[in-house]
């Protein structure tokens, strides 16, 4: 994955990669070009908590 593809994914700024991830942006203007794989990592990650927001899970009924 590429530092413009995981910038692209979490919401196509700097400002909202860093958010989506938890980190500043001076952070992400440090990341190589291809990101190694504990990057990359992290991206998906958080592409989950932001699809996991956007779709909660239903609530399951209690019964009793």
């Known amino acids: 994955m590429t530092k413009t593809e995981a910038i692209t994914l979490l919401g196509g700024s700097v400002a909202k990669a860093a958010e989506a ?8 203007s440090q990341w190589p070009t ?3 794989a504990r990057l990359a990592d992290r991206v998906q990650a958080a592409l989950w908590r932001m ?9 399951e009924s209690s019964h009793g």
Do not use: F, V
Request: glycine share 4%; no cysteine.
């Open 21 to 28: 991830i938890g980190i500043n942006s001076q952070a992400i």
């Open 51 to 59: 699809q996991q927001a956007d779709h909660p899970a239903p609530q």
């Open 34 to 36: 291809e990101l190694p």
